[in-house]
């Protein structure tokens, strides 16, 4: 009989197979074959009919499986053909069996609800928890009811004593004819223990049969049997027997997995069937695919007898509904491994999806510092959500040229008819105008009934501010279409991007998510060593830079301590591209956090040249909390002070408005935030580390020099308000620059400009040094550090030596000063011996400089005296020579003036020992 050839609104059910095998078995199941469809070409489907149904049969394009490949296939066959009503995915899977399943090779699973499933879980998609457990998110839609009552009577037909035309042995017979198909060429069912892993080989015959379990034989007319329950759906292949067996458990008991489902159930109503060819354990072969495939198909073949045509009219067409679903692809989105991050995904799932009582317009902007894990979250999401949204388009915003192109590209992907052909045929060649491609695709997210999209656009980073100076840089919101309905999530480093919805700062992550990437990318967990938590603390949470660490460690054999100190010594070599080709983190655009933060970086610069110079400059200080008062009071006290930080920072030191524009500026790419006590501002750790190691020889000298200079000069006098509180703030600014003040080139800066200038600098210099150490010396000494105490007060003396050199030391002040510094701290510790000699080179000193009878040099008098009196004879104390040695003790810094108080006084006779009179 000649073939027929139907119009497309005549077929009502799309069956989908992944693998060729499958294709063929179901062609076999075919009463009739139809001719192909105009505009369809033969090789795309085979059109045919079963019973009453006429059926559009689609096989995955060679070589691509997984859910967006089914997802792809069956979007493209629903808008071929509209009047589809629901649909079957038909083939092979891996069988799960358990005590309360006896699944066998050759048995078929049909999808059906159990537990909180609706037949099909996605297995490898959820939110990991602690110890790794993950908890499935989102759900996928059961079978339609049609299919359902189909599937009921089936099951009902095992308990009849007569077969009818729905019995599976009935249509298994058709493949009677097909010896490739058959039974005997398939093999023996053969299960392993779940934990006996396969010997090598296409086969088992080198297994071992000691770790074969023993099943009781099935009777003759029991060959097949159809079981009814969960399929687990996902990306990978399971080919280990425990992990089977253990995400079995985990989701209620599953009956077998396979790669495909979860990509149709919630875009194109169906049922699963699948025929078991093995059991998803390493001994996993192609043996049984061919008799599988045959019995899965005429299980099919069997429900759908059970269908009636009118139930099927009955149905709502899944073509009109459908219409403008265009199904999520992952090409172009930067997939990689992914750590969960509740928060930041219930904030994205709060904002962009789709409510059922609000249709207006969702927009988020997920902003952010480079490398803090934005993508990578929008992406999670996109995979995540996709089935909530008629359409998922991710684009590429890195440029405006690039954003153009990811729109071309997601054109061709439209169904035919609802864009002009000129639009959809730019991306393969065709030639066109890109722009109208985008005003094309803009004009289809407008349409009134297209409204169930999500779009995304990924690294908006280029300032539209500046597109006099960067010819890549866009106005997004000119790329948004101007309805109100949809969603919409931007990632971007840009702050000011929230003005247009919704906006959602990601920020670093806590420890424990810290060990779950770390885990992630290095392959097993941090642990309690030591060295572990030191690197987790030098990253502070930086997703990228956890990766990379990780990346490198894992690829390198790099233990924790050595990659901590390459990082501490050799930072830019490590962070750096080697050769421009290979690179840890393949699935990351910029490379590593070295290139990263360039990008922002080379844009301030552009735009406020101080405010990038305040960027480098702060490398040299402490990461947290820089105001503008730490730049104003070396300005105000000297001139050599005011001139360097004005040719750094032009007149933001003068001008707390201009600071304030440098770090608004700097905020805006995300690269400092607010301090937690809103004091003050904050950089990243990592990306100070970066801002040091990205200077040159000369900006590091220069820079280092500015630092100690802005903190030592900042230094405020004991009589000023607040003193303590200002010494305090400064204190992890001066220990930041501690390891300045002993570089051995940093009184050479400006010898370029002349003995003149460089001696100015180093005058400067050794004041800002001289306030600096003593600021440490004495807060070190307060916080009872006594040791760290003395390393600093010698070590400023070691500085003045090299300043000033040996033969003036004795007659500068601020050296005097350390001395007497260091003689009230012997003292304290008991050492009188030491003590004594401290404080007569100062007072020598002063004598030198001020004369015998100026009153500086009566307080270290009176601790020689008193330090006397403490070897002499005990019972010779007078209460005089004790409140002035008491008093000496307090006097370190020689501005101050006033002894202290009698309270200050007593604690310090009690530390000493003494007793009141």
Known sequence: MARRRLDAAAYTVGWICALPVELAAAQVMLDEEHLPHDGVTSTQYTLGRIGSHNIVLACLPAGQMGIGAAAFSAGQAMSSFTSIRFGLMVGVGGGAPSAEADVRLGDVVVSQPAWQHGGVVQYDFGKTGPGGR????????????????????????????????????????????????????????????????????????RCSKDHVVLRTARRADEDVTI???????????????????????????????????????????????????????????????????????????????????????????????????????????????????????????????????????????????????????????????????????????????????????????????????????????????????????????????????????????????????????????????????????????????????????????????????????????????????????????????????????????????????????????????????????????????????????????????????????????????????????????????????SAWLQDMARSEVKFINAVRMLRSYSLVEEAGDQTGHSTHPVVHQWALHMQDDRQQTVLSWLAVV?????????????????????????????????????TDQGAEDGASEQEKDNKTLLWAVHNLVNNLGNLYRDQGKLDKAETMYKRALQGYEKGVGPERISSYVPALNTLWALGSLSDSLGRVDEARVWYSKALSGYEKVFGGGNPKCQPLRDNLVALEMIEGDSDVRCETAVQEHVYSRGVIDPRQSQPKSASRRHRVLKKLGWKRA
Request: hydrophobic share 40%; net charge neutral; proline share 4%.
């Open 227 to 645: 079981h009814y329950g969960t399929i687990a759906s996902g990306n990978q292949v399971i080919k280990d027997g425990a992990t089977r067996d253990r995400l079995s458990k985990e989701l209620g008991g599953v009956l077998c997995f396979e790669m495909e489902a979860a990509g149709l159930m919630n875009d194109l109503p169906c049922l699963v069937v699948r025929g078991i060819c093995d059991y998803a354990d390493s001994h996993k072969n192609k043996a049984w695919q061919p008799y599988a495939a045959a019995t899965a198909a005429a299980c099919a073949k069997a429900i759908l007898s059970l269908v009636p045509a009118a139930e099927v009219v009955r149905t709502a067409v899944m073509g009109k509904a459908c219409k403008y679903r265009v199904p999520f692809i992952l090409k172009g989105v930067p997939v990689g491994k992914f750590a969960e991050r509740p928060k930041d995904t219930e904030a994205l799932e709060r904002a962009l999806l789709p409510q059922d009582n609000m249709k207006e317009r969702r927009l988020l902007a997920a902003y952010g510092l480079g490398g803090v894990g934005k993508t990578q979250l929008a992406a999670n999401f996109a995979r995540r959500q996709q089935h909530s949204f008629s359409s998922v388009l991710w684009l590429d915003g890195s440029s405006e040229s690039s954003l153009k192109q990811s729109f071309a590209a997601f054109a061709s992907r439209i169904p035919a008819g609802q864009i002009p052909e000129a639009s959809r045929l730019y991306a393969a060649g065709q030639g066109g105008d890109v722009d109208a491609v985008v005003r094309d695709v803009l004009g289809w997210l407008s349409m009134a009934d297209n409204s169930d999209w999500l779009l995304v656009i990924d690294n908006v980073d280029r300032d539209d501010q500046r597109r006099e100076d960067d010819a890549e840089a866009y106005d997004v919101g000119e790329y948004l279409p101007q309805v109100d309905h949809g969603s919409v999530l931007i990632t971007t480093r840009l702050r000011h991007l929230g003005q247009l919805g919704e906006r959602w700062e990601v920020r670093t992550v806590d420890k424990e998510q810290a060990q779950a990437i770390f885990k992630t990318w290095y392959g097993r967990s941090v642990g309690e060593h030591f060295s572990g938590d030191e690197l987790l603390g030098l990253l502070d949470g930086l997703p990228l830079a956890l990766a990379q660490a990780a990346a490198y460690m894992s690829e390198t054999g790099t233990s924790f301590g050595t990659y901590i100190r390459l990082y501490k010594e050799q930072w830019r070599e490590l962070m750096e591209p080697h050769d421009g080709r290979r690179m840890p983190l393949r699935n990351y655009a910029n490379g590593s956090v070295a290139t990263t933060w360039t990008i922002s970086y080379t844009a301030v610069r552009e735009r406020n040249e101080a405010a990038a110079n305040l960027l480098l400059l702060w490398a040299h200080l402490d990461n947290k909390s820089l105001w503008h008062g730490l730049l104003a009071a070396a300005s105000q006290k000297s001139t050599v002070a005011a001139e360097r930080t």
């Open 710 to 746: 802005l903190v030592g000069l900042a230094v405020p006098m004991r009589d000023e308000k607040k003193y303590w509180e200002m010494q305090a703030r400064l204190l992890p600014h001066a220990e930041r620059c501690e390891k300045s003040v002993v570089r051995e080139d940093i």
């Open 134 to 205: 993950m908890t499935r998110t989102g759900s996928l839609n059961a079978p339609p009811k049609v299919l359902l009552h189909a599937v009921t009577q089936l099951r009902a037909s095992r308990y009849q004593a007569s077969q009818d035309r729905g019995s599976l042995a009935t249509h298994l017979s058709a493949f009677d004819q097909q010896p490739y198909f058959s039974r005997e060429k398939a093999g023996p069912d053969v299960l392993f223990e779940a934990t006996y892993h396969h010997d090598g080989g296409l086969t088992c015959e």
